[in-house]
């Protein structure tokens, strides 16, 4: 059984920054594909980020680039979402996920494990 636990969200004023993790257990983390969701109250889950299984390859929203960084590491069995200069439109609960699949990881669908989710609230 796969388990994903977020943690590091938080209350941030504007133009702030956070780092959110995720910690994998339960099957080999080196072999997932990892992803980076999130949703806002009244609005559908969207996609954030999205890491390779070996971290050689990211991708990120539109309207997170240049603002977040999504990354890796293997030995800790850890993800990460490095969230600067917050707006108060990315107030969400923020999700990791977990594929083994190769493709389409910027896709919600693909992803067959889920984590609790973390609150983020950014103050105007």
């Known amino acids: 059984q796969v388990q994903l636990v977020e943690s590091g969200g938080g209350l941030v004023q504007a133009g702030g920054s956070l780092r959110l993790s995720c910690a994998a257990s339960?099957?080999?983390?080196?072999?997932?594909?990892m992803g980076w969701f999130r949703q806002a109250p009244g609005k559908e889950r969207e996609f954030v980020a999205a890491?390779?299984?070996?971290?050689?390859?990211?991708y990120h929203a539109d309207f997170v680039k240049g603002r977040f960084t999504i990354s890796r590491d293997n030995a800790k069995n850890t993800v990460y979402l490095q969230m600067n200069s917050l707006k108060p439109e990315d107030t969400a609960v923020y999700y990791c996920a977990a594929t083994q699949t190769l493709l389409a990881i910027t896709n919600a669908g693909v992803y067959d494990y889920w984590g609790q989710g973390t609150q983020v609230t950014v103050s105007s």
């Open positions: 890491i390779n299984w070996s971290g050689g390859s990211t």
């Open positions: 339960g099957r080999t983390f080196s072999r997932d594909a």
